[in-house]
């Protein structure tokens, strides 16, 4: 029994560490803006959706009584607020990032002002794990256009490689926690982050990279979302 529980308390030391070190991929990119003194193309929405995934999963932690969901998703709720005003400096586009932004935290506003109004806090952490659950998988579809890009071309070149295995480890381990503690909503959105990685992975072996210095590489602009 001990032993299950260190490693348990392992498990979950990891996970918030790989998690973590996942959502400061965000910071490579912010450090780009900041030495161009411009966002360029790129789009900031990955920002703003990474703070309504996280802010929502710490929302279920503290219903569920997830100490590490919490601790772990606080973390990625300051760092993508971060990099979300970091865009917001250095982009041209203001007033639409404004909108986009006031749009998300109303919808965040909302859903918390609704599961305080659910008298039963099994119904409220049910109705909030499937509004998380909703949220992350909507994300990790995010990536599949970039995959018909890849089989179109038939070169893995603009995807960042070293991303997506970390992003594999990430949901392997917070799968394996999700099955320990018989959390359903956390093991759902990971067992699909699980196959999308690997999807990802495949096409890696069946279109090979000419080289590693692809758009993928230069500017790694993708959200990471527990």
Not at 53 to 78: A, F, R
Not at 86 to 93: A, G, K, M, R, W
Not at 180 to 190: A, G, M, R, W, Y
């Amino acid at each position: 029994m001990k032993s299950v529980e260190n490693f348990i308390a392992l498990l979950e030391t990891t996970a918030v560490i790989t998690t973590v070190l996942q959502y400061l991929s965000g910071a490579v990119i912010c450090r780009k803006y900041i030495s161009k003194k411009s966002t360029g193309e790129s789009s900031g929405f990955p920002f703003i959706c990474g703070f309504l995934s996280c802010s929502y999963w710490v929302l279920y932690g503290m219903l569920s009584n997830e100490h590490s969901v919490v601790l772990v998703n606080s973390i990625g709720v300051t760092l993508f607020l971060i990099y979300t005003l970091i865009y917001y400096v250095f982009t041209v586009n203001k007033n639409a990032y404004v909108k986009m932004f006031l749009f998300v935290l109303t919808a965040l506003c909302g859903i918390a002002f609704y599961i305080n109004t659910i008298p039963d806090i099994q119904q409220a952490q049910n109705f909030m794990g499937i509004v998380c659950c909703v949220v992350t998988v909507t994300f990790f579809a995010a990536p599949l256009t970039n995959l018909l890009h890849v089989i179109r071309v038939k070169n893995s070149e603009s995807m960042p490689f070293p991303l997506i295995i970390m992003s594999f480890l990430v949901s392997v381990q917070w799968l394996i926690y999700g099955v320990i503690i018989s959390d359903t909503f956390i093991q759902l959105p990971n067992f699909l982050g699980c196959i999308l990685s690997l999807m990802q992975l495949g096409l890696f072996v069946c279109y090979p990279p000419k080289s590693f210095a692809g758009q993928g590489y230069k500017l790694v602009d993708q959200s990471v979302v527990f």
